[in-house]
């Protein structure tokens, strides 16, 4: 099956740097990457994903990529912000076709210190 | 209007019980999850289920089992609980067979086995 592997476990930046958040999955077929945030004591929330015909996606601050032929996929956040501060989440699954359940990372978390 | 909700929000009770946690989604989804997260924040899927197929995670015990009475509703028996059965256990459904596989997860169930 999938196994993804995350990095850092731990993060801490200070306010307005850059994060990296780095992930790797083992499972050719996978083709869906979503990313969540997890605030404490809240449900995970998906704040960017992508799909396999795509290299790069923005939206705002954060950042994705993907590389299929190493098969490993990034989450980027400029100026970061304490409202930042959360655990975040990688996760690889297969969209319609394949058996599907996804596979998480086992998450970061990101302190932004003000 | 929330979209996955859970019931209860807590739940505390004692080594050897028998409980039920109840998950209702008003999206319209095809596919219901049930996860487990332990105090390390890791998320650990445990049923993947739609009309058609229940798909286990072959590490759950058999202790547990998902029940859906229709299509908006999954479930989860728990029986002879266990201390290690102590963790917040997320609900969770998503568009299967639609574009992506974004998952909307409840706001989360905190069991405390004593």
């Known amino acids: 099956g999938e196994n993804v592997e995350q990095h850092p476990s731990t993060l801490s930046v200070q306010e307005g740097d850059s994060a990296v958040i780095k992930c790797t999955y083992s499972d050719s077929a996978s083709n869906y990457f979503p990313w969540y945030k997890q605030e404490l004591g809240k449900r995970p929330q998906l704040i960017i994903d992508i799909r396999s015909n795509v290299g790069e996606k923005k939206d705002q601050r954060i950042a994705v990529t993907l590389n299929k032929t190493a098969k490993h996929f990034s989450l980027h956040i400029t100026e970061t912000q304490p409202e930042d501060s959360a655990v975040y989440f990688c996760?690889?699954?297969?969209?319609?076709?394949?058996?599907?359940?996804?596979?998480f990372g086992r998450g970061t978390s990101l302190i932004v210190h003000p | 209007d929330t979209a996955v909700s859970q019931t209860p929000k807590y739940l505390v009770t004692q080594m050897g019980n028998d409980k039920s946690i109840k998950c209702e989604q008003n999206l319209g989804h095809d596919t219901m999850y049930w996860y487990k997260q332990d105090s390390k924040k890791f998320l650990k899927i445990m049923f993947s289920?739609?009309?058609?197929?229940?798909?286990i995670n072959e590490t759950v015990p058999n202790r547990f089992s998902p029940k859906s009475p229709d299509k908006a509703h999954l479930n989860l028996h728990i029986n002879s609980l266990e201390l290690g059965d102590s963790a917040v256990y997320f609900c969770?459904?998503?568009?299967?067979?639609?574009?992506?596989?974004?998952?909307?997860f409840g706001p989360g169930t905190r069991l405390t086995v004593t």
């Open positions: 289920y739609n009309n058609k197929e229940l798909i």
């Open positions: 996760a690889a699954s297969m969209l319609p076709g394949g058996s599907y359940i996804p596979t």
């Open positions: 969770a459904s998503s568009p299967r067979g639609q574009g992506g596989h974004e998952q909307y």
